[in-house]
């Protein structure tokens, strides 16, 4: 071979040398250990949520080939475990916060305000605002609702018809009547009730009681708080036609319902999925909440996705956050019907609006009690639970149970500032 053969042949080696060395320097960029790696943090749900989300979450990362999600579920105390890991360096980047935890969670400057990074393309008008308002502080949005729920009653319908009830209770009047009528003929009892001030808000706001005053003291103690309290205790108490979970040998307001120990309970969308499972052969319907005092009245439940203001990956962060509340990934969580949509264009898309059992459900968020109490909710929450439920069991008057409640709680909440 000639000298200039050679020449030709040494620079075509080192020109295929050079490509290959590209190529894999090229895959090497494209490969997994250079991916960012975020954290997101829940707590456990049931194995549908738990297996829905996960194929998001999958989705997400084929979507999204330079972010890797690591997903952690936290199974118990689930405020106390994210609060502990924010102070710490095990924090995750989003994680779920529920509207009752917001506010203080937004005073303390450890959310990051997502107003930055929402485009005009996001779409954030297409949020109902009763929900979004749940993560609004000073202007500020710290996070995204990702479903929600409200409170509706559920109805045996085999029992309604044995005992001659053609349609549910439209005012609480009605619904005590027929609790008359269901209670010892076709259920053990006519209605379920829930004494936490979860179940019970919206009653107090009936007659223009407040739960949290403008301060964020306790202030169900007032007389127009108490008149609202008082139709659960006459209903327990002098109909003796209500039972708690606990009176039947049950475990919540769904489980002694889908056992047929009481005709009425009112509950949220999760009891849907629940009871189609669990109890396949009942035979239910839902309806609103039967109006108080003239009044339609409610309660919300909702959760936000929320990033980490000490964040190190907070544009991986935002792009997780933005497909999981976005159009499609809220399309793809709220299709299968355990969760509603936040979002109004999913919701319409869906069509749970006139869905048969979600639609009582759905109209009540226009009207619903929103689920805070302010920076210090367990204070309230806390002490209103204990303190009802003794005046439900007739150890103290309602007055003498709810003024122990509301003083006991504000001494905590002055405590803790």
Known sequence: MSKKSWIKFFTLVIAIAIAVISYHSFQASKSPTSAVTIKLSGWAGNPVEQN?????????????????VRYEVISDQYMDVITTRLIGEAAPDVFYLESLEAPFFMGQNILEPLNSYITPEFDLEDFEDSLLDNFKNENYIYGLPKDYSTLALFYNKKAFTSAGL?????????????????????????????????????????????????NGYAAFATPEGLQGLQLVIDQYQKDETSAQATDVGTNSGTEMFGQ??????????????????????????????????????????????????????????????????????????????????????????????RDALRSPLVAGVDYATMWQLGNYPGAIANNFDNQFLSA??????????????????????????
């Open 166 to 214: 053609n349609r549910p209770p439209r005012t609480w009047d009605e619904l005590r009547s027929y609790s008359q009528q269901l209670t010892g003929k076709v259920n053990r009892y006519g209605f379920g009730v829930s004494p936490e001030l979860s179940y019970q808000a919206y009653k107090i706001a009936a007659f223009g009681g407040k739960v949290v005053d403008e």
């Open 260 to 353: 047929g120990r009481v005709g009425m309970v009112i509950e949220g969308n999760w009891a849907i999925p629940y009871l189609e499972t669990t109890f396949p052969q009942l035979e239910f319907a839902t309806a609103e909440v039967p109006t108080i005092n003239d009044k339609k009245g409610t309660m919300v439940f909702t959760v936000a996705y929320v990033m980490n203001k000490q964040s190190q990956h907070k544009a991986a962060a935002w792009e997780l956050i933005s497909f999981l509340t976005g159009k499609e990934g809220m399309a793809k969580w709220t299709g299968t019907g355990f969760a509603l949509p936040t979002r109004r264009s999913v919701a319409a898309k869906l069509g749970y609006d």
């Open 392 to 417: 439900l069991l007739g150890q103290q008057s309602l007055k003498s149970a709810m003024v122990r409640a509301q003083n006991a709680a504000n001494q905590q909440i002055r405590a803790r500032e």
């Open 52 to 68: 829905l989300l996960r194929q998001l979450l999958q989705d997400f990362e084929a979507q999204h080939p330079d972010i890797k």
